[in-house]
Nanobody
């Protein structure tokens, strides 16, 4: 099993940057692909970034490509999401997730989830 705990959310202004972190328990962290999702009020949870297990290949949807960067440190069992040029539409609860699949980008492909951290971007 993997337990995930997110941190780093908060209230920022449009154009600001924010870095989210996710700490994972367990000794098998490197075996999991990691992803970040977000969910705005009344909307579905959507994928915003993913990173592969060993090589750390990253992938993003067009909505955040060029603004968000995911990274991982397998020695520290952490995954981060650097968010730049934030927009009010980025406001959501952000979730960290772990998957045993290759390059997962749908929520049903992920096995473990954190509790989420709120990001609010004011205009």
């Amino acid at each position: 099993q993997v337990q995930l705990v997110e941190s780093g959310g908060g209230l920022v202004q449009a154009g600001d940057s924010l870095r989210l972190s996710c700490a994972a328990s367990g000794r098998t962290f490197s075996r999991y692909a990691m992803g970040w999702f977000r969910q705005a009020p009344g909307k579905e949870r959507v994928f915003v970034a993913g990173i592969s297990r060993s090589r750390g290949n990253t992938y993003y949807p067009d909505s955040v490509k060029g603004r968000f960067t995911i990274s991982r440190d397998n020695a520290k069992n952490t995954v981060s999401l650097q968010m730049n040029s934030l927009k009010p539409e980025d406001t959501a609860v952000y979730y960290c997730a772990a998957s045993s699949r290759d390059y997962p980008s749908h929520s049903y492909e992920y096995d473990y989830w954190g509790q989420g951290t709120q990001v609010t971007v004011s205009s």
